[in-house]
């Protein structure tokens, strides 16, 4: 994990006289599981559009894949994977058109996508489920899916928005298998979590105040800083310390 994917220097976002993400910097090695921590308003969910390529700093410099936030988004978007919240299949799609729409948007050819849509589809053990409408599926089973459309492309880095919002307990752990073996392959992944057990899975945690970054370490390293159990207690030590209301 000696590459680093992403490098940010000073990133800052205003709207108007409001300053959304204010200043930070981090970086973040290849085939890391980054975990990147907020209360609703901190800015975390600004920060990760800018890092997407889906809006423009206002000041500070952001590097992903080897390529610059403010002038190659387009670039960025081709090289990144992304699942948010929201699931984003299409419902009324089977899931291997699902798997071929997103593949061809990402420019994989035809041929490629049709021999690893089986391969996919073996590891979520999905075979009897390829003709199914997304929507019809269980939501665990939905996540499953959304995150292997994601990488299916295989970009360097993948970035989830509360990827397990909503899902039962142990349908997060077997998605979080997955995110273990996404890494394991060398894709780094950048996660913001409301599930304070989440973050402790992840190699390092930054958990953003008023649009700061106040605390950026590993588990272990900010749960002994803080004199915290966990990274529940060491959240609401800082966010606690908010100005900011939601936004």
């Known amino acids: 994990m000696n590459d680093t994917v992403i490098e940010v220097e000073g990133l800052t976002k205003r709207f108007g ?24 308003g901190a800015g975390k969910t600004t920060a990760m559009k800018m890092l997407c390529g889906i809006s423009r700093p206002t000041a500070g410099r952001a590097v992903v894949a080897g390529f610059d936030v403010g002038r190659h988004s387009e670039q960025i978007k081709r090289h990144i994977g992304y699942m948010s919240q929201k699931f984003s299949l299409y419902g009324e799609l089977k899931v291997w058109e699902n798997i071929r729409l997103y593949a061809g948007i990402y420019g994989m050819k035809s041929d490629e996508i049709a ?25 665990g089973w939905k996540q499953k899916l959304a995150f292997a ?8 880095i993948v970035f989830l928005d509360e990827p397990t919002s909503g899902v039962d307990p142990s349908a997060r752990r077997r ?7 996404a890494a394991d392959s060398g894709i780094t992944v950048f996660v913001t979590t409301h599930y304070m057990d989440e973050a402790e899975y992840c190699d390092r945690v930054s958990i953003m105040v008023d649009g700061r970054i106040e605390a950026l370490d590993t588990p272990a390293g900010l749960k002994e800083r803080f004199g915290a159990e966990d990274i529940y ?4 030590q800082l966010a606690r310390k908010a100005q900011r209301g939601e936004g």
């Open 17 to 40: 006289s409001f300053t959304a993400v204010d200043g930070i910097g981090f970086s973040v090695a290849r085939g890391e599981i980054f975990g990147f921590l907020g209360a609703n």
């Open 233 to 236: 207690g060491v959240f609401h």
């Open 115 to 139: 021999a690893k849509t089986e391969r996919v589809l073996a590891s979520l053990g999905f075979e009897n489920e390829r003709n199914s409408l997304v929507g019809s599926l269980p939501l």
């Open 175 to 181: 998605f979080w298998e997955q995110i273990y073996a």
């Open 149 to 156: 459309v994601s990488i299916f492309h295989n970009p360097q």
